[in-house]
Structure formats: structure tokens, C-alpha cells
């Protein structure tokens, strides 16, 4: 794992992104860049830059966050039992080659997805790098 002086990132990021991608916290709903964008390209994590999702996978999903149904490669990100609304269980999800917060996945929820998930990711994680 990728290792970052926290100083250094603070000075780095704005607030809010400082918060959601150290601290855990989470963006308000349908506030994000990239909850509507239909631009094609690359989701990166905001800390590392490691590839995390697709536009190819990205769906509109009502919930306010950008919304994909599977991100780039399994090893991309990690993923943690989140009982932090106790009794209910979610399960969030890290970037795994920085350890950042970027939101949580949810599973049966009936979408008409290839995976039936919703990886419900904070926009201010990520940069999109457009296709050329």
C-alpha cells in the first residue's frame, strides 16, 4: 500500500475531499461533479490516481452518488464490513493501493446491472480523465 504524508494531502486536497477520502465522511447527495456526467473515461482516486472505474460501467441510479455496477479490477479497491449505522451492515469501499475512503457498495437492490451492485462512490474521491 502506497504511503502518503498526511500533512502533505491536506494541503493538497480541498476540504471535503480531505474529509471523505481520510476521514471517512461522505459528500451531501446529488452535490457531486460526477453523480449526472456522461462524459467517457477513467475514475481515478483523487489521492493515488490507481484506476478505480469506468464510464463503461457507470449507471444512473437515483441515489445521488455517481453509481457503477463493478469497478475496473477486483484488486482495485478493498472492501470493509461497515457497522457504523448499527444494526444496519454496509460494506465500504477503500482504494487499495492507497487505503482512501470512496463510499460503500450495496448488492440486490434491483437495479438491471450485469452484477446487481451498486458501488455508490463520493464524486469528490475521484477525477475523471477523459478518453481521448
Known sequence: MTEFNEAELKARLDPLSYAVLREGATERPFTGEYT?????????????????????????????????YAPTEADAVTLIEDRSLAPRVRTEVRCA???????????????D????????????????????
Open 36 to 68: 449526472d456526467t456522461e462524459t467517457i473515461g477513467s475514475y481515478r482516486c483523487k489521492v493515488c490516481q490507481n484506476v478505480l472505474f469506468t464510464s463503461e460501467t457507470k449507471f444512473h441510479s437515483g441515489c445521488g452518488w455517481p453509481s457503477f
Open 97 to 111: 493501493k492507497c487505503d482512501s475512503h470512496l463510499g460503500h457498495v450495496f448488492t440486490g437492490e434491483g437495479f
Open 113 to 132: 446491472t450485469p452484477t446487481d451492485e451498486r458501488w455508490c462512490i463520493n464524486s469528490v474521491s475521484l477525477y475523471l480523465e477523459e478518453k481521448a
